[in-house]
C-alpha cells in the first residue's frame, strides 16, 4: 500500500511559478513509475508529466513541455512538479500518480493506476 500527499498548490499569477511536492509513504517509493495529473472544472483528468523509475526519463504533455519540469528524490520519497511561466489555463486540481508497471514505464492515461493522491489546487489568475 502506498500514500500519496500533495503539497504545494495556491494562487499564483499568470507567468508565476509554484512548485508541487508529492510525498509517498512505504520504502517502495523507487519501484514506482510516477506521474502528475490535473483536472480543471467540468474537465476530465489529464495528463501532465510522467517520471520512469531512476528518474532518467521524463515524459511531458504538449501543453507543459518547456514549462514543467518533473523531478524526484528517491532517497526522500517525494516527487516534484516545478511549474514556470503558469497560464491561467494551468488552474485545475494536480494529482499525484504511482504505477508499478505502466505502459512503456510511462504515465500517460488516467485508467488503472495503482495509487492516487488527494490532490491539490493551482489556481492562475490572469
Known amino acids: 500500500q502506498v500514500q500519496l500527499v500533495e503539497s504545494g498548490g495556491g494562487l499564483a499569477q499568470a507567468g508565476g511559478s509554484l512548485r508541487l511536492s508529492c510525498a509517498a509513504s512505504?520504502?517502495?517509493?523507487?519501484?514506482?513509475?510516477m506521474g502528475w495529473f490535473r483536472q480543471a472544472p467540468g474537465k476530465e483528468r489529464e495528463f501532465v508529466a510522467s517520471?520512469?523509475?531512476?528518474?532518467?526519463?521524463?515524459f511531458y504533455a504538449e501543453s507543459v513541455k518547456g514549462r514543467f519540469t518533473i523531478s524526484r528524490d528517491n532517497a526522500q520519497n517525494t516527487m516534484y512538479l516545478q511549474m514556470n511561466s503558469l497560464k491561467p489555463e494551468d488552474t485545475a486540481v494536480y494529482y499525484c500518480?504511482?504505477?508499478?508497471?505502466?505502459?512503456?514505464?510511462?504515465?500517460?492515461?488516467?485508467?488503472?493506476?495503482?495509487?492516487w493522491g488527494k490532490g491539490t489546487l493551482v489556481t492562475v489568475s490572469s
Open positions: 512505504g520504502r517502495t517509493f523507487s519501484s514506482y513509475v
Open positions: 500518480a504511482a504505477d508499478r508497471a505502466p505502459p512503456f514505464g510511462v504515465l500517460r492515461t488516467a485508467t488503472g493506476i495503482d495509487y
Open positions: 517520471i520512469n523509475w531512476s528518474g532518467d526519463n521524463t
